[in-house]
């Protein structure tokens, strides 16, 4: 979902959104981690809130690879999983400044 890219993009925080939806904030904080039993008046009103329409709220904004990589992983132990977490970590970082 798309509300976190969306509310942060605006300059809110979570409090500040529920408050202009009218949600509680741990609604806001449940649905940005993957809570997939939000109802629609809840989407609606932070749609009316963020002044989007709700389908903006739930279109999935990741490239084909990112869905891959993202079903692949699902697929793995969970040992396995934070193997490659540690990978992708240890990839991610800039590398030390050279001496």
């Known amino acids: 979902m798309n509300l976190q ?5 605006r300059g809110l ?6 408050e202009m939806a009218k949600v509680e904030q741990s609604m806001i904080s449940k649905i940005e981690n ?9 989407l609606r009103k932070l749609a009316a809130a963020l002044d989007v ?10 490239t084909v690879a990112e869905r891959a990589l ?15 977490l540690d990978m992708a970590r240890m990839i991610a970082e800039p590398p030390p400044p050279k001496p």
Do not use: C
């Open 34 to 42: 993957g809570f997939d039993g939000v109802t629609l008046r809840v």
């Open 13 to 18: 925080n979570q409090a500040e959104l529920a």
């Open 70 to 84: 993202v079903q692949s992983f699902r697929g793995l132990s969970p040992e396995r999983q934070q193997g490659w």
């Open 5 to 9: 890219r969306i509310r942060r993009a």
């Open 53 to 62: 329409e709700v389908i903006d709220l739930l279109s999935d904004d990741r």
